[in-house]
């Protein structure tokens, strides 16, 4: 079975997640714990960061190189067209959403993990107690001296923010143009990416994602109730309902749901 390396709140491990959902491929996910689970991950694929998707003997990082490679080796529906024109505007759409959406939603939510409840929360349901305890206990003003160590001044959170809203504001014209996909008449690469790396501006309320269930249909002010999106978020929920499977959690022998993900141990 594909096992897929993953942080359940990341972006970009969304997209990979929408992607095998799409394409009806079987996977286990694997939540990568922060600081040791990395280093793991590291001895395995080279790189910290996830995701990171493992096919027998195959291990392939970044979220677009895994979703070229699983439309390469299992081509049932395809999610990058023939015709080069819708091809070459998927692509285009791809990148961008990757470069925007994602890195610029980074930013973002930075302001808001200035709440104590939210940092906490995002954090993978495998985190140890008192790593979890000590992210909450971070003061808002360390959060903010951190932002700044990692160039997130308040000039920069403005600009994104500003970028955020001409990137949504674009979207809903395309969508507005095209219907129901933002390059043809079937969902494509970028769609999936584009719905996937939303999912921090507004968390989906379906039974999608393995977080508490405060966190569902919640986001960033400004954009997750902005009235103005509404056609955007309406669209991606139905590319949720109608591709995305539900979360279900893992089983244990006496037939109950345990409290925290299975440890899988990194080959």
Avoid at 14 to 33: F, G, H, S, T
Avoid at 57 to 68: E, F, G
Avoid at 130 to 159: C, W
Wanted: charged share 20%.
């Amino acid at each position: 079975m594909l096992e897929l390396y993953q942080f359940e709140l990341s972006p970009f491990s969304e997209k990979v997640r929408l992607v095998l959902d799409y394409k009806r491929l079987a996977y286990r996910k694997i939540e990568v714990v922060p600081g040791l689970g990395q280093l793991e991950l590291f001895r395995m694929s080279g790189q910290r960061q996830a995701p990171v998707l493992k096919d027998g003997n195959k291990v392939i990082a970044d979220s677009t190189a895994i979703a070229l490679y699983l439309d390469k080796t299992y081509p049932d529906r395809p999610i990058i067209p023939t015709d080069l024109q819708q091809k070459a505007n998927c692509l285009l759409l791809e990148q961008w959403a990757d470069n925007s959406l994602g890195n610029q939603g980074r930013t973002i939510l930075l302001e808001s993990l200035k709440s104590s409840s939210l940092r906490t929360s995002i954090l993978p349901t495998s985190t140890p107690d008192i790593l979890k305890n000590l992210v909450g206990s971070i003061p808002r003003e360390a959060i903010d001296i951190l932002g700044l160590g990692l160039g997130f001044t308040p000039d920069s959170i403005k600009a994104a923010k500003a970028e955020m809203h001409r990137s949504l504001e674009s979207i809903c014209m395309l969508l507005t143009q095209n219907g129901g996909y933002l390059t043809g008449d079937t969902p494509t690469l970028a769609d999936l990416t584009v719905a996937g790396l939303s999912l921090l501006l507004k968390i989906p309320e379906g039974p999608y994602l393995d977080v508490p269930f405060n966190l569902k249909g919640k986001g960033v002010p400004g954009f997750a109730d902005n009235p103005e999106y509404d056609l955007f978020f309406t669209w991606r929920d139905k590319l949720y309902a109608d591709f995305r499977k539900p979360h279900l959690p893992n089983i244990n022998n006496s037939g109950a749901a345990p409290t925290t993900p299975t440890t899988i141990a990194i080959d």
